[in-house]
C-alpha cells in the first residue's frame, strides 16, 4: 500500500507511478472497511427496494379465519350427499356471509348460507357448494330455498385460517432487498413500517475545466460530462443516494470542499493520474489517507483509494470507459456492501466462444469490451479508454487476470453482460 504521510512526497503529479497495485491488493485494503451502514425505519410506500435490517415474524395467521373461496352456498357436505342434476336435495337458505359481514348463526344439515368469495365460513359449514351447482330462484335478498345439483366433500372450496401465513413464521430474512410483493406480505400482516440498512449518500464531483454540463452542446475545446449522468445511475442502481450539485473546477479549494461533503462515500471522476491539474491525489493524502493510487489494470489504471475521516474516497479517471471499469470494480462495490447488498457486479453471466484472440501482458487485469452473436464472443477493444460509445455498441466484457497472457480464438469465455 502506499505511504500516508503528508508532505511534499504526496504530490506525484508529472512524476509518475512509482508502483501499481494489483486489484487483488487494492480490494485487500478496501473490503475490511465495508460495513454495513446504520439502520432506519421507513413507510412501506418508501420501502421497494430497501435492504432489510432484521428479520419479519408474523404475529398472525393470514387469514385469521377460514373463508371461502367461491361465490356459493357454505353448508355441511353431509348434506348434498347424493346430489345430482337428477336427483335434487333442497336446502333452506338461513342467511348471508359477506366479505367483512359473516353469518353469526351455526349451520345445521339441511341448511345453507349465501357466501361470496373471501367471507368467512359460518360454524358448522365445513364446505362450499359453487352458485352454478344450485338452482335457486332469483331474488335480491336471496332465495330461502335452494336445490343441490352435486355433491361437495368436506373442505371443498374453502381457504383455511393460516394457509397463506402461519403465526410465528419468519416471513423475510435480512439482507433481502425488499420487491413490491414483500410490501404486500409485509401489509398483510399488520406492519406498515420497514426496518432497513441506510442507503449510502454519495458525493459525486466530476472535475475538468473543458467540462461542460450535461445538456450543453459540444463547443470549441470544450467537451460534455458524460461521466456525470453515467455515474449517477450506476449509484442509483446499487442503492446509493447522489449527491451531485454540479461540475467541480480544477481548483484545490473546490475539490477538497467535495471530499469533506457530509457523504458516506465521495467519488471523484478526473484529476485522480499524475497530470499537473490533478490535484485530487495529492489532497486526499494530505488530508486523510491515500491507500491506493495506480493500479495494474486497463482501462483505469490511474484509480485511486483512500479516505477523508469516516468517507470512503474513491479518485476515478476521467476517461469515460475508465470511469465506468473503475467504479464497478471499486466504488459500485463499496456502495453496495454499505448499503448491505452483496459485493459482487449485479450483472449476469454467460459464456461464449472467442472468435479472435485477446492478448493481455501477465501481471495486468484487463477488461475487454466484447460483441455477442449467438455463442461467438467478439472483442471490439480493450483499449480506448475515451471511446464511451464503445460499451454501447458491446454487449457485455470479458476479465483478463492478472496471471494470464490473454485468450486464443476458439476460447470459451465468461461474458458478462451490460443489460
Not at 425505519?41 to 420501502?47: F, H, P, Q, Y
Not at 449522468?229 to 446499487?238: F, G, H, I
Not at 454467460?350 to 455477442?372: E, F, H, Q, T, W
Amino acid at each position: 500500500m502506499r505511504h500516508t504521510s503528508k508532505g511534499a512526497d504526496d504530490d506525484v503529479r508529472m512524476r509518475g507511478f512509482a508502483q501499481r497495485h494489483t486489484v487483488a491488493a487494492a480490494l485487500a485494503w478496501l473490503d475490511p472497511q465495508l460495513q454495513p451502514l446504520a439502520t432506519e425505519i421507513v413507510a412501506l410506500r418508501n420501502a421497494s427496494g430497501r435492504v432489510l435490517a432484521a428479520p419479519v415474524i408474523s404475529d398472525v395467521d393470514v387469514p385469521g379465519f377460514d373463508r371461502a373461496t367461491m361465490d356459493g352456498y357454505a353448508l355441511r357436505a353431509d348434506s348434498t350427499e347424493g346430489a345430482t342434476s337428477y336427483t335434487r336435495l333442497p336446502l333452506r337458505v338461513i342467511g348471508n356471509s359477506m366479505p367483512g359481514s359473516p353469518f353469526e348463526g351455526c349451520v345445521s344439515t339441511g341448511e345453507a348460507v349465501r357466501i361470496m368469495t373471501g367471507a368467512p365460513m359460518p360454524r358448522g359449514a365445513d364446505a362450499v357448494l359453487p352458485a352454478e351447482w344450485v338452482e335457486a330462484e332469483s331474488s335480491d335478498a336471496g332465495p330461502r330455498t335452494i336445490s343441490a345439483l352435486a355433491a361437495v366433500s368436506p373442505g371443498k372450496n374453502l381457504g383455511r385460517r393460516g394457509e397463506d401465513i402461519v403465526r410465528g413464521t419468519i416471513l423475510l430474512e435480512p439482507g433481502r432487498a425488499l420487491r413490491p410483493q414483500d410490501l404486500g406480505v409485509l401489509s398483510s400482516v399488520g406492519q406498515g413500517e420497514a426496518y432497513v440498512v441506510r442507503r449510502p449518500r454519495v458525493r459525486l464531483a466530476v472535475t475538468g475545466n473543458e467540462l461542460l454540463p450535461s445538456g450543453s452542446h459540444p463547443s470549441g475545446f470544450h467537451i460534455v460530462d458524460a461521466n456525470g449522468p453515467m455515474l449517477s445511475a450506476l449509484v442509483e442502481r446499487d442503492g446509493g443516494i447522489v449527491d451531485f450539485p454540479g461540475l467541480v473546477r480544477d481548483d484545490p479549494n473546490a475539490i477538497l470542499e467535495a471530499l469533506h461533503s457530509d457523504a458516506d462515500v465521495v467519488i471523484v471522476s478526473g484529476g485522480s493520474s499524475v497530470g499537473i491539474e490533478d490535484l485530487a491525489p495529492m489532497l486526499v493524502a494530505q488530508h486523510g489517507e491515500l491507500a491506493v493510487h495506480g493500479i495494474a489494470m486497463r482501462p483505469s489504471s490511474p484509480t485511486g483509494l483512500g479516505r477523508i475521516g469516516h468517507r470512503l474516497i474513491f479518485l476515478l479517471p476521467g476517461n469515460p470507459v475508465s470511469s465506468l471499469c473503475a467504479y464497478d470494480f471499486f466504488a459500485g462495490r463499496a456502495i453496495r456492501a454499505l448499503g448491505a447488498r452483496p459485493k459482487h457486479w449485479p450483472y449476469r453471466a454467460v459464456r461464449g466462444i472467442l472468435n479472435r484472440k485477446i492478448s493481455s501482458p501477465i501481471g495486468r487485469l484487463d477488461y475487454a469490451r466484447v460483441k455477442l452473436d449467438g455463442d461467438m464472443v467478439e472483442p471490439l477493444t480493450v483499449g480506448g479508454a475515451s471511446l464511451l460509445s464503445s460499451t454501447t455498441r458491446a454487449d457485455g466484457f470479458v476479465i483478463v487476470g492478472d496471471d494470464s497472457e490473454g485468450f486464443a480464438a476458439g476460447s470459451e469465455v465468461k461474458v458478462w453482460l451490460y443489460g
